[in-house]
């Protein structure tokens, strides 16, 4: 996207009108489908979450140190190691037979940039003893690697 941008500024600069409109448009597929892209991951995450399902949680996320979750109650967890033990602690009971999670995920917005994109939403979880409504925020980075955006960060606190 970053080169398709510079392209469209030089044909400004350039005045060749024609070639902007061609690029602009093309700049704006591809936005709509990075867009539905961080949709699908930031999807994948709560399916993962709703089914307590940790090979699936695993794939959701980024590779690295700057890797950090913040769970309602809690500090900073940081480094994809931790982070993903911190989800195999709160998956543990459903290991153990008791019931699953309800999730239900609203007020979706997206904002996206070259490599990085972050989505803010209302998680509304239902668990069997307890429950409540989250405002979680949600940062994604692209893997070039593996085609993919790949969470980084999650916080989730409660609403009032």
């Known amino acids: ?3 398709i ?3 469209l500024q ?21 936005g709509g489908e990075a867009i539905n892209a961080v949709e699908e991951a930031n999807a994948a995450f709560y ?3 709703e089914a ?3 090979n699936d949680m695993e794939q959701v996320w980024g590779f690295g140190d700057h890797v950090q979750c913040i769970h309602p109650g809690t500090g900073c967890i940081a480094g994809r190691e931790d982070v993903l033990n911190s989800w195999r602690h709160i998956f543990a009971p459903a290991a153990a037979g008791a019931p699953g ?5 609203t ?29 979680a925020t949600n940062i994604f980075e692209y893997d ?3 085609k993919c955006w790949r969470m980084v960060m999650h916080h989730a606190s409660p609403c009032p």
């Open 47 to 49: 399916r993962a979450f």
């Open 101 to 105: 999670l309800q999730i239900d995920v």
């Open 144 to 146: 070039s690697d593996n």
């Open 5 to 7: 941008k510079q392209q």
């Open 52 to 54: 307590m399902n940790y």
């Open 10 to 30: 030089a044909a400004v600069d350039r005045e060749d009108y024609a070639e902007a409109a061609v690029l602009r448009d093309k700049l704006g597929e591809m």
């Open 1 to 3: 996207m970053r080169q």
């Open 107 to 135: 007020d979706v917005r997206v904002r996206i940039s070259d490599a990085m994109a972050f989505v803010t939403c209302t998680e509304r979880v239902d668990a069997a003893e307890t429950g409540g409504k989250l405002a």
